[in-house]
């Protein structure tokens, strides 16, 4: 099964007093990135979250969001630094004697300042409030990898196509492939008969040229390794394994030997078949660059 690295999931549930909301979402990268955003309070918690996203995913810039509602009175307090609210006041007033600047602050104003007002959570068990929030976070996860695995249904299907038909031009180019040779050898003919004209044409050198351009411009063992490599690509795919790096190597090869075969190319029909294996190769690496 393929899977996306790009995906969204939300959970939410009221546990123990706790209006709970975890939110999953991730786009593509080459390794495993894990962010949060959560209250500070919750920061204790952070490695165990990040620790079981990293259990069900393998890659990809994951950003992680936890929202802890009280719904009951009791569950918070506020208390206020006395000590810093009149810190910042005397910092305001020395501004203001220094800039002769009326000193507007009032008590709303100052309270807004950080750690002038804190939140106070009642003891509580936090082995229950980790299990609340680690159950929201499955379900959140739940939803973001069913995501992610739509996604990668779209990507493999489009990939397995692509494979297709660069397989279908590979096959052409094996049809017409040997025709060449002749072609050229005829080529050559025709061209010494003009220059020689009523003089003899040596054809065992004709035959010789004909072998030598031949050999120069055999594509077999090329188009052998690309059959080679579509099938290993194929193979990958269908594994259930992660898979993306093993992929960004196996288009790699398939450019490489696309474009030995493209160099060897002296007519314009093979050319345009490289053209256009190398524009389906292009595709499909902007498609697996999303594959976990």
Do not use: C
């Not at 299990?131 to 397995?160: C, P």
């Amino acid at each position: 099964m393929v899977y996306s690295m790009t995906g969204y999931g939300k959970g939410n549930l009221v546990l123990h007093g706790k209006d709970i909301t975890v939110e999953v979402k991730s786009v593509n990268h080459r390794y495993f990135e894990y962010s949060s955003r959560m209250s500070r309070f919750f920061g204790f918690l952070d490695d165990k979250i990040k620790k079981e996203v990293q259990g069900m995913i393998s890659r990809g810039k994951v950003e992680v969001s936890l929202m802890v509602r009280a719904v009951e009175a009791s569950e918070t307090k506020i208390e206020p630094d006395v000590m810093l609210a009149k810190s910042y006041y005397n910092a305001l007033q020395t501004l203001s004697d220094s800039l002769s600047l009326p000193n507007n602050a009032d008590v709303l104003s100052i309270s807004k300042f950080e750690g002038v007002l804190t939140q106070v959570k009642n003891e509580e068990d936090s082995e229950m409030l980790w299990n609340d929030i680690n159950q929201v976070l499955h379900l959140a996860m739940e939803e973001f990898i069913s995501m992610r695995k739509t996604e990668g249904e779209k990507l493999y299907d489009d990939v397995m196509m692509r494979l297709d038909t660069i397989e279908n031009i590979v096959n052409k180019i094996e049809e017409i492939a040997p025709g060449r040779t002749d072609a050229y050898r005829e080529k050559l003919y025709n061209k010494l008969q003009v220059i020689l004209q009523d003089r003899q044409i040596d054809d065992a050198r004709i035959l010789t040229e004909a072998a030598i351009f031949a050999d120069k411009a055999a594509v077999d063992e090329e188009t052998t390794r690309l059959h080679s490599h579509i099938s290993q690509y194929r193979k990958i795919l269908s594994a259930n394994e992660p898979r993306g790096r093993k992929l960004d190597f196996l288009t790699q090869e398939l450019n490489r030997e696309t474009n030995t075969i493209g160099s060897k190319s002296n007519d314009l029909e093979m050319t345009n078949m490289v053209v256009e294996i190398k524009a389906e190769i292009e595709k499909i690496r902007e498609q697996i660059q999303n594959i976990e």
